[in-house]
């Protein structure tokens, strides 16, 4: 049980330090728009934003030797895709 809590803990620990910071560059970011996130870079922008999050959302078990149990997430390889297409607010928001 107190891993659990511990666990909890952590993660809104990360949220509490980590929500401000999103909003001071999502607040920048709307101040100047890019002007490319219309349109069809915005639709491509949008899925990968959405298959980010499905894929840190549903992990794919792994097994490795005698030790099963190890899950890894696709959410780095379109996070990475959204680095070099999107600007950093959007990957930070996605991420």
Known sequence: MT?????LLYM???VALTA??????AGQAL???PSDLAGRQ???????CLVLVIGEMWPIPVARGREAGD???????????????APVFVT????
């Open 42 to 48: 915005g639709l491509i922008l949008a899925m990968f």
């Open 71 to 85: 899950e890894i997430t696709v959410s780095s390889t379109f996070g990475f895709a959204l680095v070099l297409l």
């Open 3 to 7: 891993d659990r809590r511990s666990l």
């Open 20 to 25: 401000p910071l999103i909003a001071l560059v």
């Open 92 to 95: 930070i928001a996605a991420q």
């Open 12 to 14: 809104w620990t990360v």
């Open 31 to 33: 101040e100047n728009p």
